[in-house]
């Protein structure tokens, strides 16, 4: 017969063998796969506590879901506590309960600590052999905190891992609630999370210390309803949402702010004080020659663009990429700037060294220092702000980060105008300054080509973080064509304590030798454009200046005359950095052997009784 023929020969029994045993293998396969999955979604699995997962960089997750583990614990719900960079993934199976507080950091992503978690999860939501029975038997909900000025990244995190955790087969008992830390009342926010969560779970049965929550299904608000209430307590005031927030507020306050009106500040520089009392000046005293203890410290916005690693507000201040709050008028900021300014001096009456003749002339401000926190420029109403200044006669230290170039040409006059330059280059900038714009190089590149245009004092202000910045000399000196700038301040980075949001330490200031060493090198790739000027070394601090401009016969004119540009201001003339220039005195003159320390100052010397562990060769 055809049948028995072709059976009889080799290939076809091999065929036969091979679809018998592939048959039989799928079938144990199958037989397996039902078992395990039996066994997984079995009524009586062993007990386990339902967990809070936090995934946290400076510990505001980390704090919110320790109140909520207070919180349920309080109400006889036990739940484990756990960090998720300490937390096996491979153990989610077994979760019958997960609630995650899950901050997002730079451009989306999880703190670093927690995103091997992160991935993991990731990777298995995406891996088709995985399957969608994985977290079957888990429910969850998730708290993001982020912020809201990142734009599209704004909670990434806690979006990803709601979507992950869905495409696992876990259950969601309450939509994903997003707090927003700097443009809204996060803690409000969470605590009305807290509220419903608590609500459902204390509605569902308890049964051997594991939380049952089968019947809660279709209790959780809606999405709309819950974005909304996130909405409705975003820091808004009448529709108009306030920048400074109380709990903004009670940062700042802290740290001995003076809030002003909705979205400004002022404070009292050390420098202002040690003037007062006769010890001397900062560096803008010995290289512009500003009266330190009639100097006024101030901006006209709290917040910033950028969150950079040596800030000195530890990211207490709110962040913005556009002016989206309620907006004081100008007038008034500097009325009560100044008023809070002279209420702070009087407050030095008495202090030893202070002179009924300096208190007296610091009760009557003579300059402005917009640079305290945050972004002054990004204020609508700055141009009317410093006219303000200037009518008083007060003159303006205006500083930017270099993220609104826009802003910067439509500028009027400054008395001297900052650009921070605080790296060379577009890697080292974005790890350095955290910026939230996507496009920051171009507009840095932007904000450094607009300095071009201005006709008064320009200055590229470059902070020094040794293990940072320290190497660029020939990417630092590339970026001076760029903007031509009168003036380059090169600063060794001021050390604030270690926080979560910045680990910087003591090694990584550098000496005023250091500070030397790198402006000696920018100063000579220039070939005689600038030359090293002056030097602060209290500060570690040191100005580099266009020679042409600045060095007359020898002389030095790094100093201002202050009545003259005033004058010059109120002509509606136009003119240039030339034109209030003043001669530079010897002591305040690079290399000197007053260090920039003014003579007439009295120089105060604290003892210190420990030892530095810091090596000067370092």
């Keep these: 017969m055809p049948m028995s023929i072709s059976l009889s020969s080799l290939p076809a029994r091999l065929t036969l063998l091979a679809l018998f045993s592939a048959t039989t293998f799928y079938c144990l396969y199958k037989s397996r796969r039902l078992r395990h999955l039996k066994l997984s979604l079995s009524p009586n699995p062993k007990p386990t506590l339902p967990k809070i997962l936090f995934l946290s960089q400076t510990g505001t997750s980390k704090s919110l879901a320790s109140r909520l583990h207070r919180l349920l614990a309080s109400n006889d719900l036990p739940f484990d506590l756990i960090d998720a960079q300490n937390y096996e993934p491979e153990d989610l199976p077994k979760e019958t309960l997960l609630l995650l507080v899950a901050s997002t950091w730079e451009d989306g992503k999880p703190p670093p600590a927690s995103r091997f978690f992160a991935t993991w999860l990731a990777d298995s939501a995406e891996d088709f052999r995985v399957g969608s029975l994985l977290l079957s038997r888990c429910k969850f909900a998730v708290f993001g905190v982020g912020s809201r000025a990142y734009g599209d990244s704004f909670n990434a995190v806690a979006k990803d891992l709601a979507k992950q955790m869905r ?53 959780a608000p809606s999405r709309k309803k819950t974005v909304a209430s996130v909405e409705e307590t975003n820091g808004k005031l009448n529709g108009k949402r306030e920048m400074v927030t109380p709990v903004i507020r009670a940062n700042l306050v802290k740290q001995g702010y003076k809030i002003i009106g909705s979205h400004s500040g002022v404070k009292i520089c050390r420098w202002t004080k040690s003037q007062l009392r006769g010890r001397g000046g900062c560096y803008k005293h010995s290289f512009y020659g500003i009266e330190s203890h009639r100097c006024m410290e ?60 300096r208190l007296t002339e610091g009760l009557s401000p003579r300059h402005c220092a ?137 090694e990584n200031v550098p000496w005023h030798t250091d500070v030397q060493a790198f402006s000696e090198a920018l100063a000579q790739k220039s070939q005689g454009e600038y030359e090293v000027a002056c030097e602060h070394v209290h500060s570690c601090c040191v100005l580099l200046a266009k020679t042409k ?58 003892e210190r009784h420990h030892k530095s562990s810091r090596n000067r060769s370092g």
């Excluded at 007038?331 to 009456?349: F, G, L, P, R, Y």
């Design 370 to 506: 917009l640079s305290l926190v945050g972004e002054p420029i990004m204020y609508p109403e700055i141009n009317a702000l410093v006219d303000e200044l200037h009518r008083r006669r007060i003159s303006t230290f205006l500083v930017t980060n270099a993220q609104f170039p826009e802003k910067i040409k439509l500028l009027k006059p400054i008395t001297q105008l900052y650009v921070s330059v605080d790296a060379a280059t577009k890697d080292s900038l974005k790890a350095i300054d955290r910026p939230l714009f996507g496009d920051f190089w171009e507009r840095f590149i932007d904000s450094l080509t607009a300095l071009r245009e201005k006709h008064q004092r320009t200055v590229y202000r470059l902070t020094l973080v040794k293990g940072w910045n320290t190497e660029d000399v020939d990417a630092y000196s590339k970026l001076f064509s760029l903007g031509e700038p009168d003036f380059v301040e090169i600063k060794g980075v001021t050390y604030c304590g270690s926080s979560a949001t910045s680990k910087l330490t003591m």
């Design 167 to 219: 495409a696992l087969g876990a259950t969601e008992i309450l939509p994903i609630c997003e707090g927003d830390v700097d443009g809204a009342d996060v803690d409000g926010v969470f605590d009305r999370w807290c509220e419903k969560l608590e609500s459902d779970v204390e509605e569902s049965d308890v049964e051997s210390e594991i939380v049952d929550l089968e019947d809660i299904a279709g209790k």
């Design 298 to 357: 101030a901006t006209p916005s709290l917040a910033c663009a950028n969150k950079c690693v040596f800030c000195w507000r530890h990211h207490t201040n709110p962040v913005g990429k556009s002016w989206q709050w309620e907006m004081d008028d100008p007038i008034e900021i500097v009325n009560s700037a100044i008023d809070q300014h002279t209420h702070m001096v009087k407050q030095m009456k008495g202090v030893p060294g202070v002179t009924l003749e």
């Design 549 to 606: 401009k600045f060095k007359i016969d020898g002389q030095w004119y790094t100093w201002i005359d202050y009545e003259k540009f005033h004058d010059l201001v109120a002509s509606g003339r136009t003119f240039d950095s030339i034109d209030y220039m003043a001669a530079t005195p010897s002591w305040a003159v690079y290399g000197s052997e007053e260090g920039g320390f003014d003579p007439g100052q009295l120089r105060y010397r604290k």
